[in-house]
Nanobody, 125 residues
Framework: QLPLVESGGGLVQPGGSLRLSCVDI????????IGWFRQAPGKEREGVSC????????IYADSVKGRFTISRDNAKKTVYLQMNNLKPEDTAIYYC??????????????????WGQGTQVTVSS
């Protein structure tokens, strides 16, 4: 299973926006729920958001609800994470991966397969 490829990170001021992309160069997105995860310095990786194959189910961590929006374009084999009103605490490396439990609950999100390089998001003035 090939890792998914993340992009779109960068440096942004508090209150700013970024859109992350997660591209599948294999066939994972043909059948899999996809999750966004992040790892801040000194912290464990955590689930941020998840979307099922059809897009009918989308879940978010409480810390990003109302600010982040996940979406997918299956024809382009791409999942997006639109991040608005960014805060310094959103600073982390963001990763996407196939999610093991079909977006059941944020607290139990688990990635399958290998991690990609991730994309760095830094929120700072």
């Amino acid at each position: 299973q090939l890792p998914l490829v993340e992009s779109g990170g960068g440096l942004v001021q508090p209150g700013g926006s970024l859109r992350l992309s997660c591209v599948d160069i294999g066939t994972t997105m043909d059948y899999a729920a996809i999750g966004w995860f992040r790892q801040a310095p000194g912290k464990e990786r955590e689930g941020v958001s998840c979307i099922t194959v059809s897009g009918a189910t989308r879940i978010y961590a409480d810390s990003v609800k109302g600010r982040f929006t996940i979406s997918r374009d299956n024809a382009k084999k791409t999942v997006y994470l639109q991040m608005n009103n960014l805060k310094p605490e959103d600073t982390a490396i963001y990763y996407c991966a196939q999610e093991n439990y079909g977006c059941s609950r944020i607290a139990i999100m688990k990635a399958l397969g290998s991690w990609g390089q991730g994309t760095q998001v830094t929120v700072s003035s």
